[in-house]
């Protein structure tokens, strides 16, 4: 088993394990950062993938907005909770994980925007060119991503990484070109910051 993989498995695990409760504060969590990009991204109803969906908040907002939504979730307990809160039509819910995603990869959708909040601290550095390349090639051509990027010390219950803006830029190169940027508090916690990245897929062909 890879490095990458046993980390994921612990990783998953914490939220699988603790569902209910993960589930119960996410639910509780502000989705104020949608006013950072979505006047920046297509309009509906255009197709989202929301990657580490959690509770299925975020992909509630955009199926609301009227968005055709796919919402990755890979620990089980928190997508069946997810799903079973948010009955919109126009969400899919799946099993899959960071790097790879090769359950949506078989399933030849192009997406036109890519929504990754919360996650990529759970992914080991080493692994950050992956995850963009596996999104550089779920994108239509022009393809929005939004990443945000948790800065602060790690929470000891489950593995994290110190992944910030200077690094997702480095990684993006010939990749993505960075079109907005913000940097904020965390609403409750005073020893957090959160880095807001948007980011839109170079066309490589021009
Ligand atoms: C902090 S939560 C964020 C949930 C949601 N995006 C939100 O902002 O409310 C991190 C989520 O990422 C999921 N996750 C962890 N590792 C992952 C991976 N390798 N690929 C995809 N999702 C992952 C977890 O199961 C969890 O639901």
């Known amino acids: 088993m890879s490095e990458t993989r046993r980390i994921s ?44 969906s959690g509770s299925g908040k975020d992909a509630a907002v955009f199926a609301q907005r009227g968005y055709d939504v796919v919402a990755i979730e890979p620990a089980e307990s928190l997508r069946f909770l997810a799903q079973k809160k948010h009955l919109y039509p ?31 601290f759970h992914l080991p550095l080493s692994e950050t060119r992956r995850v963009l390349e596996t999104c550089y090639g779920l994108l239509k051509d022009k393809g929005t991503l939004f990443i945000t990027l948790r800065l602060g010390p790690p929470d000891p219950a489950r593995p994290m990484f110190p992944v910030d803006k200077a690094h997702v830029t480095t990684m993006s190169s010939e990749l993505f070109i960075l079109i907005n940027a913000e ?24």
């Open 90 to 120: 126009n969400i899919t819910w799946l099993d899959d994980r960071l790097p790879y995603l090769e359950n949506i990869k078989t399933q030849d959708i192009l997406f036109d925007h890519i929504h990754i909040n919360s996650v990529l």
């Open 183 to 206: 940097h904020i508090a965390d609403d409750l916690r005073p020893n957090i910051v959160w880095d807001h990245l948007l980011l839109q897929k170079l066309d490589l062909t021009s």
């Open 9 to 52: 498995d612990q990783v998953i695990a914490d939220y699988q394990g603790k569902a209910a409760d993960y589930f119960a504060k996410f639910e509780n969590t502000t989705t104020v950062y949608f006013n950072f990009f979505i006047d920046r991204i297509a309009p509906p109803p255009a197709s989202v993938l929301d990657i580490g």
